[in-house]
């Protein structure tokens, strides 16, 4: 039995799967080839994550690089690894730890490159009263370095639990986090988050639905602008926006 499944772009007719395997049990990432014409995926061998996975989250950054996100079920730590791929094998590096608790449920970890050499990884970070922070760390192919201090991205909110986490890049140094903002009436918040460096600072959130939000989901559309899906408005339908920034 699986679960927990994700999958990526990694680059042309190439895909990957992130996903728990309940022998072991463990997380397991692999890699697939697309064959265009008859649409066939041909898979190489899973490659063990070293361990039991809860909550995950996977981006590509560039062809045949990815980070991957997941908590560590043996540490309950979030752990942040960058991958890269030759053909349908995957070489995994050293995982980063920068929050120290999450819980299992999808959608309590986002993570997004920013830039070919940035990452932006944010969190319902259950040691503290399950806020919102997020935090940026320099990738080089494998290997993750210099991340900056972590932040909690609502400000008029801060102090406030938060779920459904969604992160998308509108510049090499900005990203939007959208997320459920569970101490107020789980409302759907958008969040401008600025890198300077590896150092984040955060815009007073923007409500982008007064009604009861989840499931989000984000994605850049092109520089200054993304647009982000969810579940929610007045009767719980598939919502969508797109946001600018200036």
């Known amino acids: 039995t699986i679960s927990l499944i994700i999958s990526c772009y990694v680059s042309v007719n190439k895909v990957a799967v992130l996903y728990r395997a309940a022998t072991g049990p463990l997380g397991y990432l692999v890699i697939g080839t697309v064959e265009p014409r008859t649409m066939a995926i041909t ?3 899973p490659v063990s994550l070293g361990g039991d996975i809860g909550s995950t989250a996977m981006k590509r950054i560039a062809d045949d690089h990815l980070v991957i996100a997941y908590r560590n079920v043996g540490t309950n730590a979030v752990n942040v690894r960058a991958v890269t791929v030759s053909g349908t094998v995957p070489t995994i590096g ?12 999808q959608g309590y970890i986002a993570v997004e490159a920013i830039s070919a ?21 320099n990738v080089s192919g494998t290997t993750l370095s210099g991340g900056g201090a972590s932040i909690e991205w609502l ?16 510049d090499t140094d900005k990203c939007v986090v959208f997320c459920r903002n569970e101490t107020d ?26 009604n009861a939000s989840s499931n989000f989901k984000a994605e850049q559309i092109t520089t ?8 929610g408005g007045a009767l719980g339908y598939i919502q969508g926006r797109v946001a600018s920034v200036a």
Do not use: H
């Open 117 to 137: 050499t940035k990452l932006v990884i944010a969190v319902r970070e259950t040691s503290v009263a399950n806020k919102g922070y997020v935090y940026a760390i």
């Open 94 to 105: 050293t995982a980063d730890a920068p929050f120290s608790q999450n819980a299992s449920s």
């Open 224 to 231: 200054g602008t993304c647009m982000v899906v969810w579940k």
């Open 185 to 210: 009436a789980n409302k759907g918040k958008g969040s401008l988050v600025v890198a300077t460096g590896v150092v984040l600072s955060a815009a007073t959130e923007v409500e982008i639905d007064a």
């Open 43 to 45: 898979w190489g061998t």
């Open 155 to 170: 400000q008029t909110g801060a102090g406030a639990a938060v779920s459904s986490i969604a992160i998308a890049t509108v």
